[in-house]
């Protein structure tokens, strides 16, 4: 078992920054990846950016190509999301997840899910 808290959302107008941190406990040796996904009202969870636990290999989702930059501390056992340039859509509850299958972009090669942070926009 792996357990994931997120921290870091909040309110922000548009063009602002946030960052977000995603801490992992448990069972953290067996992370090879993780992800960061997001769901605003009303719509499915998706992509928003990935990491490789062993190279830092990164991946993102077009949307944030660009404005967002995903980092970890393998010694904190820690993912980071670095937002800017947040748009009104970005707004969403975001999940940290680690992953398991073998598509780094899919939510279902992805599990233990932590509980979500929000992030808010104005605009």
């Known amino acids: 078992q792996v357990q994931l808290v997120e921290s870091g959302g909040g309110f922000v107008q548009a063009g602002g920054s946030l960052r977000l941190s995603c801490a992992a406990s448990?069972?953290?040796?067996?992370?090879?990846?993780m992800g960061w996904f997001r769901q605003a009202p009303g719509k499915e969870r998706v992509f928003v950016a990935a990491i490789s636990w062993s190279d830092g290999r990164t991946y993102y989702a077009h949307s944030v190509k660009g404005r967002v930059t995903i980092s970890r501390d393998n010694a904190r056992n820690t993912m980071y999301l670095q937002m800017n340039s947040l748009k009104p859509e970005d707004a969403a509850v975001y999940y940290c997840?680690?992953?398991?299958?073998?598509?780094?972009?899919?939510?279902?090669?992805?599990?233990?899910w932590g509980q979500g942070t929000q992030v808010t926009v104005s605009s």
């Open positions: 448990g069972r953290t040796f067996s992370i090879s990846g």
């Open positions: 997840a680690v992953k398991r299958g073998g598509n780094w972009y899919r939510v279902r090669d992805y599990d233990y």
